[in-house]
């Protein structure tokens, strides 16, 4: 049963131009959404995270956006950067899984010089 | 945030025996975790590690294939036992910063295990 899920598995975006990844959750209890980006041989590193108090949280050329009703967020990047090039993944927790991060199954993004 | 780090970084290992992970935060946290990346997978949660107490696994995942220690609020060990080829994966631990119901995890390098 995936709670969280990423359905595209790579994104391709030219450098200067918008970054858009999506994430879709099943689980209503779910209140609290992060992002994180890693690269080979790391860690995952936190991006940003959103409570589902908002519909949008801003920081830099981060923006995630959250739909309740439809149970979907996305992570905005803008201006693209080659540096960007990593996987995404998002990540969910809430209700009696606070503390436990439920993770979808990432988006490799590849920015393009 | 918290500085994160693991030991060993990589290690090659024969199926049947055991290898530890070390896990060092420099300061004090509250809530430690210990997640696995399989190859191509994403990221699961294996066990909470409690300080003083003993590790809350999740579905899946039991003591004794995958001890925990916590002696103290800055350091954490997962053992991997009686190793097989399909533990081969990225372990990775993390801890959890902040006083709020739900607070941000912060990863550490990981530990990248491949056994033969």
């Known amino acids: 049963d995936q709670q969280v899920k990423q359905n595209s598995p790579s994104l391709s975006v030219q450098e200067g131009r918008i970054s858009i990844l999506n994430c879709d959750y099943t689980?209503?209890?779910?209140?609290?959404f992060l992002w994180y980006k890693k690269y080979p041989a790391e860690g995952p590193t936190f991006l940003i995270s959103?409570?589902?108090?908002?519909d949008k949280n801003e920081d830099g050329r981060f923006t995630v956006f959250l739909n309740k009703s439809a149970k979907h967020l996305s992570l905005h990047i803008v201006p693209s950067q080659p540096g960007d090039s990593a996987v995404y993944f998002c990540a969910a927790t809430g209700g009696t899984s606070y503390g436990k991060l439920t993770f979808g199954q990432g988006t490799i993004l590849t920015v393009h010089p | 945030s918290a500085v994160i780090s693991q030991k060993p970084s990589r290690d090659i290992c024969q199926r049947g025996t055991s290898l530890t992970i070390q896990c060092q935060v420099d300061s004090q946290v509250t809530m430690m975790f210990w997640y696995r990346q399989q190859p191509g997978q994403s990221l699961t949660l294996i066990a909470t590690a409690n300080q003083g107490s003993e590790a809350t696994y999740e579905s899946g995942f039991v003591i004794d294939k995958f001890p925990i220690s916590r002696p103290n609020l800055t350091f954490s060990t997962l053992t991997v036992s009686n190793m097989s080829p399909e533990d081969s994966s990225i372990y990775l631990c993390?801890?959890?910063?902040?006083?709020?119901?739900?607070?941000?995890?912060?990863f550490g390098p990981g530990t990248r295990l491949t056994v033969l």
């Open positions: 959103i409570s589902s108090i908002k």
């Open positions: 993390s801890v959890e910063e902040g006083l709020a119901v739900a607070d941000t995890q912060y």
């Open positions: 689980n209503s209890m779910f209140d609290y």
